[in-house]
């Protein structure tokens, strides 16, 4: 009875069964216009009044004050630019589908006129949030605090968090049984036992709620790195990182640790950084390259002073999995995204965690979370070897220079492998991968129908190539796109989608081959929710794959 007490105690006493004019309070303290007081009660008139009454007004001011931003930032700048500037204005950015998707029809002008949701009156606004018992005196502390470190730089800023603040205080009894229940399913996945759980329960403090990746911690198998108090060098960084995993990893005994930083010159503002990570084990060198950070390089503005590089990536560790898939066992190093207020994933901490695959598959139900891990032991060193001979065996490989196979070897060795396609995709001119939503405007369909060409091993040679798609993009609804092949034209209108590609034309590829008797055709092989991907094989190809590898072809059918 005390803990509930105390969790109605942080709702304001005043609303508390209050079902009074508050949206005349609002209205004449310059919060909402007329409309806008119209709207809450409307809005309030939905719920039951049980359900506490300070947290819908603060969900509708909120969303009040959300779409009043994008109003007056995109239509009616004149209203800020009248306000008297109690507070400095600090600069943010804003976009449309935000948390609430974006400006609704009519949610507009609720806002009063002298009330600033761009940071001029964020002050005021949070000392009259407490003067109407809106927050709770935990909220207003905690709001206070935020913006004297300029962490809120205006009202929806401030709106937000005291909502998520008072969402926290009034379903903290609901939230902390989620986390036991998650404590106990740790139990039944063998994470930890019975008296680990009883030490999580007795460790609560008052209305402290751990998180998943904390109770995680308590497990024989997890750690937390903390990287508050490291500076962004990646040696440093990951030197300190395989030192935690030694202490996870049975019998991780790696030496010759090598972090290169690699820069990738474009003709842009950023450079995109890469990290290749090596280390021998075993008598094997184990290479891992993955993105680490864009670095901007010029066009410096006074804001980018607040963009801090990176500590850590999400994919540091594959190296690692690629050496337990060589030791053929049943756990995976998988880590653990902690979120800031930089991004999901999070820089200033990281959990590691040894999993099996049913724990796994168990623990990796929301998105964000727990990085996802192969277990299919088919794709260790030996297995990808076996895997390599065969394909060259039955000629997928023959197209190709010996430095294109040698070099699409080499990128294998740093290479994360989890599928067939992994594989393949190391080489160039085997499999045509494309987003239908195409990014080139002036002709894709010339552009793919070479790359089809490139990837047939020599049996489909298109020339005299026609793609108007450009000329049709703005004003026609049909593109015009042809090709000569074996002293044949083949030629269709397709239709113009705005940057849509229209799937007949892969119809007209397909009926090339077919009417002049080519031994072969361009198999779906890949479908990643954005680009699709297509092999040539031949009868003989696709029989051998069908019997040793299905899943590289029925998997996609």
Known sequence: MAR???ILFLIPLSLIGQENNLSENLISKEFLTRKGGQELDIYLSRFSSKEPKNLKVINFLADAFYQELFYRGMESPKIEKKIKEEDPILEF??????????????????????????????????????????????????????????????????????????????????????????????????????????????????????????????????????????EPNPTTIYNHVFEVIKQLVPNFNYSDLQIILKELEEESDLVEQRLEVSFVANNKTYKN?????????????????????????????????KYLRDKGVSYRLHTINIKD?????????????????????????????LSDETFDNRFNTEGIEKILQDFESIGLFSHLTKEEFKEGRLLLESKDVND????????????????????????????????????????????????????????????????????????????????????????IIEKSLSENEIDGKFQFCYDNGQETGFIFLTQ?????????YPDLIVKYE
């Open 540 to 548: 003989k190809q696709r029989e051998f794959i069908e019997s040793k």
């Open 93 to 230: 950015s804003f976009s449309y589908g935000g948390l609430f998707g974006g400006p609704k029809k009519g949610y507009k002008s609720l806002i009063h006129h002298k009330r600033s949701v761009m940071g001029a009156t964020r002050s005021r606004t949070l000392e009259e949030l407490k003067s109407l018992d809106l927050i709770s005196i935990y909220t207003y502390n905690e709001s206070r605090s935020k913006l004297a470190d300029s962490t809120i730089r205006n009202e929806v800023e401030l709106l937000m968090f005291v909502k998520s603040k008072e969402e926290y205080f009034i379903k903290y009894n609901q939230y902390k049984s989620e986390e036991l229940k998650f404590a106990q399913n740790l139990i039944e996945l063998n994470l930890i036992d019975e008296s680990t759980y009883q030490s999580i329960e007795n460790s609560y403090s008052n209305l402290e709620l751990k998180g998943k990746p904390a109770i995680l911690s308590y497990s024989d198998q997890c750690q937390i790195i903390n990287l508050h108090d490291f």
């Open 420 to 507: 067939f396609n992994d594989i393949l995709f190391a080489f160039p001119k085997i499999i045509v991968s494309f987003d239908w939503e195409t990014g080139n405007l002036k002709n894709p369909y010339q552009e793919l129908t070479n790359q089809f060409g490139l990837a047939s091993r020599g049996v489909f040679n298109p020339t005299n190539i026609k793609d108007n798609f450009e000329i049709s993009f703005d004003n026609q609804n049909k593109v015009e796109y042809s090709f000569s092949f074996k002293n044949k034209t083949y030629s269709s209108y397709l239709d113009m989608q705005g940057d849509w590609l229209d799937p007949k034309f892969m119809a």
């Open 4 to 6: 509930i007490l105390s």
């Open 341 to 369: 207020s930089r991004s999901v994933y999070g820089q200033e901490k990281i959990g590691l965690i040894i999993l099996n695959e049913e724990q796994s598959k168990e623990l990796n139900q929301e998105s964000y979370f």
């Open 289 to 321: 390259e993955f993105f680490h950070d864009f670095k901007r390089v010029r066009n410096f503005k006074e804001h980018h002073k607040n963009d801090l590089p990176n500590k850590i990536s999400t994919k540091f560790h594959q190296g690692i999995n």
